[in-house]
């Protein structure tokens, strides 16, 4: 079982930017495709970003889509989410998981979690 760890979290304003950080641990991490999703008050876990395990094809939510970037660093166990041009829409707790099925935008793809980071955005 592939344990995460989410972290780069916290206040950041309107336009401003934030770099989020997963930490898998295990040997099998860089051979899992990792996503991340983030979870409003009140609203639905939402898809937002994905990496292939190889780090040669990633796919992203509209809503984010020039914006934001997803990267990873296999000899590091590290996934990252380069967040540009926030807006107070973003703001949510941000989760990465790790999924064999790419390319996939499915929750009940995804199996290990990791247990957030929130992010907040100040208009």
């Known amino acids: 079982q592939v344990q995460l760890v989410e972290s780069g979290g916290g206040l950041v304003q309107a336009g401003g930017s934030r770099k989020l950080s997963c930490a898998g641990s295990g040997r099998t991490f860089s051979y899992l495709n990792v996503g991340w999703f983030r979870q409003a008050p009140g609203k639905e876990r939402e898809f937002v970003a994905a990496i292939a395990w190889s780090g040669q094809s990633t796919q992203y939510a509209d809503s984010v889509k020039g914006r934001f970037t997803i990267s990873r660093d296999n000899a590091k166990n590290m996934v990252y989410l380069q967040m540009n041009s926030l807006e107070p829409e973003d703001a949510a707790v941000y989760y990465c998981?790790?999924?064999?099925?790419?390319?996939?935008?499915?929750?009940?793809?995804?199996?290990?979690w990791g247990q957030g980071t929130q992010v907040t955005v100040s208009s």
């Open positions: 998981a790790t999924t064999t099925h790419y390319p996939s935008t499915l929750l009940r793809d995804f199996n290990s």
